[in-house]
T-cell receptor, first 111, second 108 residues
Framework: DVKVTQSSRYLVKRTGEKVFLECVQDMDHENMFWYRQDPGLGLRLIYF???????EKGDIPEGYSVSREKKERFSLILESASTNQTSMYLC??????????FGSGTQLSVL | AQRVTQPEKLLSVFKGAPVELKCNYS??????LFWYVQYSRQRLQLLLRHISRESIKGFTADLNKGETSFHLKKPFAQEEDSAMYYCAPQGGSYIPTFGRGTSLIVHP
């Protein structure tokens, strides 16, 4: 079974801190995604990646950046965390047209 | 622009009642349709994919291209069906677009 692992389940950070969220998948998937999940807003795509060192902006990229140096790892970076970035962050991966496999999520609180 | 609408934020039914979770989409071309589900304290997972025509946990979904809808149905709801459900069309770029989700609560 595909495993998508997010390094932290809960994170608490202060406003202005640089935050790294890590995601690793073990099935050699080409495509990886970062979403944020907020009540009433569903899942909104932040960034995605088709391949190593490739990245594309999603619907809400402002305030975020990503890094994909290795195929299995996709990192989300908050350059200067703000309170409106408090959210559940979900990483996902897939191959081609197939279904998404999700990580268990990171609940980030920015104080 | 691609758009997915799940009009019900919350759907509350009693055990044994029929359930229909609505999904309407606006997409160029012919997207592939998915439903994902998130049970309490579990990760999001695939519930149903139109192309495979599988019925998972008793759920089915019919694609109506004329109305651009992909409503999820189950004839007799169970308490364990209580969860958050997301409709997610996927176009030629293979990037899914998610609806805002419907929270289904099934009362005993």
């Amino acid at each position: 079974d595909v495993k998508v692992t997010q390094s932290s389940r809960y994170l608490v950070k202060r406003t202005g801190e640089k935050v790294f969220l890590e995601c690793v998948q073990d099935m050699d998937h080409e495509n990886m995604f970062w979403y944020r999940q907020d009540p009433g807003l569903g899942l909104r795509l932040i960034y995605f990646s088709y391949d190593v060192k490739m990245k594309e902006k999603g619907d809400i990229p402002e305030g975020y950046s990503v890094s994909r140096e290795k195929k299995e790892r996709f990192s989300l970076i908050l350059e200067s965390a703000s309170t409106n970035q408090t959210s559940m962050y979900l990483c996902a991966s897939k191959q081609g047209s197939e279904k998404l496999f999700f990580g268990s999520g990171t609940q980030l609180s920015v104080l | 622009a691609q758009r997915v609408t799940q009009p019900e934020k919350l759907l509350s039914v009693f055990k044994g009642a029929p359930v229909e979770l609505k999904c309407n989409y606006s997409y160029s071309g012919s997207p592939e349709l998915f439903w994902y589900v998130q049970y309490s304290r579990q990760r999001l997972q695939l519930l149903l994919r139109h192309i495979s025509r599988e019925s998972i946990k008793g759920f089915t979904a019919d694609l109506n291209k004329g109305e651009t809808s992909f409503h999820l149905k189950k004839p007799f709801a169970q308490e364990e069906d209580s969860a958050m459900y997301y409709c997610a069309p996927q176009g030629g770029s293979y990037i899914p677009t998610f609806g805002r989700g419907t929270s289904l609560i099934v009362h005993p």
